[in-house]
């Protein structure tokens, strides 16, 4: 028990971070070597764990993440023939809807249908300017690189249901 006493007294900083990764479910705390004693490092492994909807601050935060998105993607010019006929309130719920699905959320089959989405005949383009506007939002928002990545990622995994017949060429 002594044992246990001085280590957590040496290590403070290594305990604290230890008790936050345990509160938020990331398991893979490890101290490194002698000379970095008092450092901790979380393995990367571990950290993929936690759903990208948690690692951008939750559905809350996340979703004003993603209404921001849309705001710039619906007053970019690529997207704005695309958007001319189509109710914005209800495209903007379903654009939310399927960037949260997309970051971790689990949502019903009745909730999400990428079906539709070919209809839109979305090109290799605006799927890149799409991907562009992801990555300077989350930047200019001091989002980790980590992050950044995983989410463009997200929108990578359902290219081919997102891009039109004959666009991804």
């Not at 246990?4 to 230890?18: D, G, M, P, T």
């Not at 705390?29 to 000379?35: A, D, G, P, R, S």
Request: a positive charge; one cysteine or more.
């Amino acid at each position: 028990m002594q044992k246990i006493q001085n280590f957590i007294e040496k290590n403070k900083a290594v305990v604290a971070i230890a008790a936050v990764a345990a509160a938020i479910g990331i398991v893979g705390i490890k101290v490194l070597n002698q000379e970095n004693r008092g450092s901790a490092k979380i393995l990367d492994a571990s950290i993929q764990k936690v759903p990208l909807i948690q690692r951008l601050g939750g559905e809350q935060s996340a979703q004003s993440t993603i209404s921001m998105l849309f705001e710039r993607v619906s007053k970019n010019k690529e997207f704005k023939p695309l958007l001319q006929n189509v109710d914005q309130s209800k495209f903007k719920q379903h654009f939310i809807s399927v960037v949260l699905h997309l970051f971790g959320q689990n949502l019903t089959s009745s909730q999400l249908n990428f079906s539709g989405h070919c209809k839109l005949n979305l090109t290799e383009a605006q799927f890149e300017t799409l991907l562009n506007l992801l990555d300077q939002l989350l930047l200019s928002l001091g989002v980790d690189n980590r992050e950044i990545k995983d989410a463009k990622e997200a929108f990578l995994n359902v290219k081919l249901q997102l891009v039109g017949p004959n666009q991804n060429a």
